[in-house]
């Protein structure tokens, strides 16, 4: 089974620039959620899609940030304008078990870092 | 809220000693718990989950973890670290009614010398 796959693996930005990355769940995954990990700390929930429906942005800085699923499989997450403390890993995570946290797959993450 | 602290960001120890990495959480409800074990430029792997089935669980590579009530623990252990163990560990809660959404521990790096 092939894992969650995300790109770029590695983007440097200067602040106020804009950034987007890419996810592609586990086929078949109808949930899919972005985390960001910031630096010395556990990962954070910033947005969960159920199919191509929004179902918790509830922790998503929305006045820079913005994330879709088209089509219900593939998602990017946009950040605009970048601030310094955006540096961080972003995992995509996907899942086959709604409401589950056991059928949880993440992907290996993009390193953002803002200069 | 739920929340996780795990007591140690450092454990070093010697390869084919034991291993115990610290977790305490705080719940109002019945927890749903995890460690989580995150390899370099890898993603985030599961290594156990508490499902309230059985109080000590095992996972993967020989890894274990118990569960106390009454101490509020879930401490994570191995009785022989491998060289290959060295990496982030991460203790987990999800939300009662969420129990897809992971709130998780700030991580603990467990070295193994040789």
């Known amino acids: 089974e092939a894992g969650v796959a995300q790109s770029p693996r590695y983007k440097i930005i200067e602040k106020r620039q804009s950034v987007a990355f890419w996810c592609n769940p586990i086929?078949?995954?109808?949930?899919l959620y972005w985390y960001q990990q910031i630096l010395g700390q556990g990962p954070k929930l910033l947005i969960q899609?159920?199919?191509?429906?929004?179902?918790?942005d509830s922790q998503l800085p929305k006045d820079r940030f913005s994330a879709e699923r088209l089509k219900g499989v593939d998602s990017t997450l946009k950040i605009q304008p970048a601030k310094l403390e955006d540096s961080a890993v972003y995992l995509c995570?996907?899942?086959?078990?709604?409401?589950?946290?056991?059928?949880?797959?993440f992907g290996s993450g993009t390193r953002l870092t803002v200069v | 809220a739920q929340s996780v602290t795990q007591l140690d960001s450092h454990v070093s120890v010697s390869e084919g000693t034991p291993v115990l990495l610290r977790c305490n959480y705080s719940?109002?409800?019945?927890?749903?718990l995890f460690w989580y074990v995150q390899h370099p430029n890898k993603g985030l792997q599961l290594l156990l989950k508490?499902?309230?089935?059985?109080?000590l669980v095992k996972g993967i590579n020989g890894f274990e973890a118990e569960f106390k009530k009454s101490e509020t623990s879930f401490h994570l252990t191995k009785p022989s670290a491998h060289m290959s163990d060295a990496a982030e560990y991460f203790c987990?809660?999800?939300?009662?009614?969420?129990?897809?959404?992971?709130?998780f521990g700030t991580g603990t790096r467990l070295q193994v010398f040789p």
């Open positions: 995570a996907s899942s086959g078990e709604a409401g589950s946290a056991y059928g949880y797959t």
């Open positions: 086929s078949g995954h109808a949930t």
């Open positions: 899609f159920q199919n191509n429906g929004v179902v918790d």
């Open positions: 719940s109002s409800y019945s927890p749903s």
């Open positions: 508490y499902t309230s089935a059985a109080t």
């Open positions: 987990v809660v999800s939300e009662p009614r969420r129990t897809d959404k992971l709130i």
